[in-house]
């Protein structure tokens, strides 16, 4: 094959991986290997997603950066534009512009600093990766701009008085809603400035070709640095070469194909286009080339990059030594199957994929709530879109595991009572905004609107009085948080709408331990007194002096082992006390403080039957050789004698410990 067949098969390959990219990015992101070595670094192990990067990378390792030119969507864009170049840009001066700089080496740097960051264990290097800001800046800005002029076109048409007019407006109106804009208007928080950074990026190929590849792109240096040990490279054939340079003319690296000069392979994106200009078919590309005038790797000079490295290793502390990062915003509602803070922002590459696919335009790109380290992360705004109960679109999305992939069974908030759904939050009221507090005014709109069942939201009719006197009954709406998951289906349908009467935070997240109300009384050694059998309450037995707590996020310091069982099915606290047999065996009893009744029950279930008999206490318990387990409501017990115990002594110890729970 010729190389203007092959250039026009690149030209084919970019305009499919384009439009394959907008379809579905996820699929891209999946196979970012900028995306995959973050997280690897950060997190210290790979989400089995991001193992599709091998179909970029073997590529990449053979023939070079193959993915830059024939299938990056940013890097399509940037060369699309770079062809829009004025005339007086067309001769000397765009071949001296398209000779390699020394500022092509800052992408390198960018990356090494990326490196460092999720190191340190931050994921912000996602904010240069390519494919996270083409799917930021387009589904977040140019998409709803897209839908905004649309509406306005088709509003036009259908206001002309002209009839032909009117129905050229209908069949523009089926074929935009099934193509290109939402059938509802989509709006997003700082969808502007997103916009304007990807113009900007842009509109800078005007000035110099490929600027974002050449400069700043890390992912493109992360490739370059692979591709120094491809089979695949250019020759030049001094012979044939009469300096005319239009090598340089179209060149899309700045990789320097003139003769004269060190071929820079790390810079090259395979475009063909100097072989192709070259009248004298003076270049070529080889497998297993002659390596003379060829520059493998980049070079880059060492003080720089470990003051990148340093610089990135900085910047972590710098980022989290601020209020916002410390205690992130009581508005930072993360969506369902987020992971906790930390991990969360360990793995976001800010990418908004979730954000395009919730039905509900419920997901915006962070602010300032989390703090410069959060900016563009995920985050609910209640006002303006809620969580769709069914919807698990968004963990689908996720390419990185920032929100874990999860089923509408596991989120349970529309499959009846579930002992644990994925809370996102809780609602609260201001009674001072709210018409039926505040203004004797009857309004049950955010009881309607309450998706859980049974709702979270329940009325309770008051006597009230009126400007006028009069007396009437009113029912005021109240929140159950054992019920609420923190949806914001309420703040949404709120109809007071400056600022709504009801509002969710973040507080009760499952993703957060520390994040919970106290809604039961806290345990304290004296409160456990109560809890644990006296001396002499079980016969034989007696009871040490100390009481020991843990609370969820310190049970490893008490069973490192086997803690995390405990915490996947919801322990709240542990209260730990000892007991001596007689004077001689001792026992060791635990009572697990679990969320609820099933959690308890899960536990107890976990628990091997083998070599057990019935016990005779709580709602159901197991004896074994030197062990018991019963679980009572809430309760989850464990007795573990040490030394020779009867097994009627066990038996005992649990039966007064079960009568306590009563």
């Avoid at 020991?548 to 996947?568: S, T, V």
Wanted: glycine fraction near 8%.
């Amino acid at each position: 094959m010729s190389y203007k067949n092959l250039i026009r098969l690149r030209r084919f390959s970019q305009v499919f991986f384009l439009l394959l990219f907008l379809y579905s990015a996820t699929w891209f992101l999946r196979a970012d290997p900028l995306a995959a070595l973050l997280n690897a670094l950060s997190t210290r192990s790979l989400y089995q997603g991001l193992l599709w990067s091998l179909v970029i990378l073997l590529p990449t390792i053979f023939l070079g950066r193959v993915f830059c030119g024939w299938a990056c969507p940013l890097g399509t864009l940037n060369h699309w534009v770079s062809s829009w170049k004025s005339e007086a840009k067309r001769g000397p001066a765009r071949i001296a512009s398209n000779r390699y700089r020394n500022w092509h080496k800052t992408k390198d740097y960018l990356l090494a600093a990326s490196l460092a960051l999720a190191l340190f264990g931050s994921a912000i290097g996602g904010w240069l990766d390519p494919l996270s800001l083409l799917l930021r800046s387009v589904a977040l800005s140019l998409s709803p701009a897209l839908d905004y002029g649309g509406n306005a076109l088709l509003a036009a048409l259908y206001a002309s008085p002209l009839g032909w007019v009117r129905t050229t407006g209908d069949v523009l109106n089926f074929i935009l809603r099934r193509t290109l804009m939402h059938p509802a208007p989509v709006l997003y928080q700082q969808g502007t400035l997103l916009g304007l950074i990807l113009l900007i990026v842009l509109a800078l190929n005007l000035r110099v070709t490929r600027f974002w590849c050449r400069a700043l792109c890390p992912l493109g240096a992360l490739l370059g640095w692979l591709s120094r040990w491809s089979i695949l490279g250019l020759e030049k054939l001094p012979s044939r070469c009469d300096d005319c340079q239009r090598c340089l003319l179209n060149c899309q690296g700045g990789d320097d194909p003139i003769p004269g000069a060190r071929w820079r392979k790390t810079e090259c994106h395979l475009c063909l286009n100097c072989i192709a200009d070259c009248p004298e078919s003076g270049l070529r590309f080889a497998w297993f080339p002659e390596r003379t005038q060829t520059l493998e790797g980049p070079d880059l000079a060492r003080r720089k990059v470990f003051t990148s490295v340093a610089a990135g290793a900085a910047l972590v502390p710098l980022m989290r030594a601020v209020p916002a990062a410390a205690k992130p915003s009581d508005r930072l509602v993360r969506p369902p199957g987020a992971l906790d803070e930390k991990h969360f922002l360990e793995r976001c590459i800010r990418c908004g994929n979730c954000m395009k696919v919730c039905p509900n335009q419920a997901l915006h790109p962070a602010f300032a709530q989390a703090g410069l380290e959060g900016l563009w992360t995920t985050v609910l705004v209640a006002r303006i879109g809620y969580c769709e109960p069914s919807c698990v679109e968004c963990g689908r999305a996720c390419p990185t595991g920032a929100i874990w992939e999860f089923t509408e069974q596991q989120k349970g908030w529309n499959s009846g009572p579930s002992a644990q759904p994925i809370r996102i939050g809780t609602a609260f009221y201001d009674h001072g905004r709210c018409l039926p507090w505040a203004m004797a005014t009857e309004c049950i709109v955010c009881e309607e609107w309450c998706p859980t069942s049974p709702k979270a939201i329940y009325l309770i009719p008051a006597e009230v009085t009126d400007s006028e006197g009069r007396a009437k009954t009113i029912r005021q709406p109240y929140v159950d948080p054992s019920r609420c998951v923190g949806c914001g289906a309420c703040e949404y349908a709120c109809p007071v709408r400056d600022r709504p009467a009801i509002y969710v935070t973040s507080i009760g997240e499952s993703r957060s331990r520390t994040n919970q109300f106290l809604l039961e009384t806290a345990v304290t050694p004296e409160a456990g007194e109560t809890l644990f059998p006296v001396s002499g309450e079980a016969e034989g037995w007696e009871r040490g002096p100390r009481i020991r707590i843990f609370a969820a996020e310190d049970l490893y310091k008490h069973i490192n082992g086997a803690a995390e069982r405990f915490l996947q099915a919801g322990v709240v606290r542990v209260l730990v006390a000892d007991y001596r047999y007689r004077g001689s065996a001792e026992a060791s009893v635990e009572l697990y403080r679990m969320r609820s009744s099933p959690a308890a029950r899960q536990i107890f279930e976990t628990e091997p039957p083998a070599g057990s008999r019935p016990l005779q206490a709580g709602e159901a318990g197991r004896l074994y050789p030197g062990s018991a387990v019963l679980r009572r409501g809430p309760w989850f017990v464990r007795i573990t004698a040490f030394g020779d115990c009867p097994a009627e002594a066990l038996a005992a110890l649990a039966q007064a410990v079960d009568r306590k729970l009563k």
